[in-house]
């Protein structure tokens, strides 16, 4: 069978692929052919779709701030930005905050965040016990010394309408999508020549760009180098509460638990410890987690949730980077047509946009113009120099 040609061709049609997608086909400075190779459109069990879809500013580290403020800053203009024949993208951005919640272990690592964060122009706040619950009169702030509450920039929105608002606008600009799983990749020397499909299909490239998410490392197998990703499962549950808890953001508590409101309910979720979250492609839900762990929290931490009622819950994947649990984004030092943008560790939904279009800068100009993303280098991994990022949830 004859090779297709395409000068980009990106392997994987979820968010962070449709934003690379979209930001390339965008530059005014590039004009080559761009082609997206999606496994399953209709995106059922994709992670872009079965996100918690959240947007903060509320990092422990520079390079995740300025990502944070880049993603609201889109987000904001999305509609505009990503309309398609003078139809606006709809995402549902809202932005009620982010609070982190903390004991007296916490009080030194917050305050040194909330000086980087206000050093980097975010817009947060320390708040004690006592005016957390004049300000949340619903919380139980026992064993809670402080909580850092973002005033603006920080919420939520509707995931998967941002991958289809991002899929949909490349495609008017051009880009084309293929349903289709990559099956191995031609490599001669140090360069990517050709994809090869699971029909037979050979994809010829320039350029390859992997942004398969939780199958990261599998394609990065397949171009002979090494990713430290893997697909992890999470659950949320949908909650019901009798009671109204007026002005909630986001809530982390010290536990780990997180919760925040989904229109007249609430979604609530927690990370397992190390040991107990395998490398798995099941898409489990995980009851006992939750009567065991996450509703006692819940219910220490707001009284009125003593009577709530689980209404639903599914389960979604992480493209866990177990390095560091931070992106991995650019060219790769041995594969320099080789572009990496994985590993986000939950955060690819928020962190799409600035992904989108620094992976497209590289490509389309060969460094970045705008955010540099160099600390986000699978440099740091060969080198074994991790890029602790303190406020993982």
């Known amino acids: 069978m004859p090779a297709q040609n395409y000068d980009v061709v990106i392997v994987g049609g979820g968010v962070i692929g449709s934003a690379i997608a979209y930001f390339l086909s965008a530059d005014p400075g590039f004009d080559g ?76 690592l917050m305050r040194a965040n909330n000086d980087l964060q206000k050093g980097l122009g975010v ?53 084309t ?44 197998d397949m171009a002979g180098v090494a990713l430290p990703v893997e697909a992890r499962c999470r659950s949320v549950f949908v909650l019901d509460c009798r009671r109204e808890l007026p002005a909630c ?3 982390i508590d010290t536990s780990g638990v997180w919760f925040r409101p989904e229109g007249r309910q609430f979604i609530c979720g927690l990370s397992p410890p190390e040991e107990r979250d395998p490398e798995t492609f099941e898409l489990t839900i995980d009851h006992t987690q939750f009567e065991e762990e996450i509703w006692p929290a819940l219910a220490h931490r707001v009284p009125a949730f003593e009577s709530l009622k689980v209404t639903s819950a599914w389960a979604g994947h992480y493209d866990y980077n177990r390095f560091d649990q931070n992106g991995i984004v650019g060219a790769h030092p041995d594969v320099p047509n080789l572009f990496l943008a994985n590993g986000f560790s939950g955060h690819g939904l928020q962190q799409s946009p600035a992904v989108g279009r620094a992976v497209a800068e590289l490509i389309a100009h060969g460094a970045y113009r705008s955010l540099d993303m160099a600390a986000l280098s699978i440099t740091r991994i060969l080198e074994d120099r991790p890029l602790i990022e303190r406020n993982v949830i």
């Not at 004690?128 to 005033?151: H, K, Q």
């Not at 360069?191 to 990065?220: E, Q």
Request: charged letters at 20%.
């Open 33 to 108: 052919t761009v082609a997206v190779i999606e496994r399953d459109p209709t995106y059922r069990t994709a992670s872009s779709a079965l996100s918690a879809s959240g947007v903060r500013q509320q990092y422990s580290t520079a390079v995740n701030i300025a990502i944070g403020r880049f993603g609201i800053d889109f987000l904001r203009h999305a509609a505009e930005a990503l309309s398609v024949e003078g139809a606006p993208a709809e995402i549902g951005l809202i932005e009620p905050g982010y609070l982190f919640l903390g004991g007296e272990a916490s009080i030194a």
């Open 123 to 175: 817009s947060v706040e320390l708040l004690g016990a006592n005016a957390l619950a004049a300000r949340f009169p619903w919380l139980n702030t026992d064993g809670v010394a402080l909580g850092s509450l973002g005033l603006e920039g920080e919420g939520w929105f509707d995931g998967y309408g941002l991958l289809q608002a991002f899929r949909r606008k490349a495609r008017h600009l051009g880009a």
């Open 177 to 220: 999508f293929l349903t289709n799983s990559v099956v191995g990749l031609v490599r001669d020397g140090n360069r990517i020549t050709t994809a090869l499909l699971d029909d037979g299909t050979r994809i010829a490239c320039g350029s390859l760009v992997n942004a398969a998410g939780p199958r990261a490392r599998s394609i990065g």
């Open 249 to 251: 953001p986001l809530v």
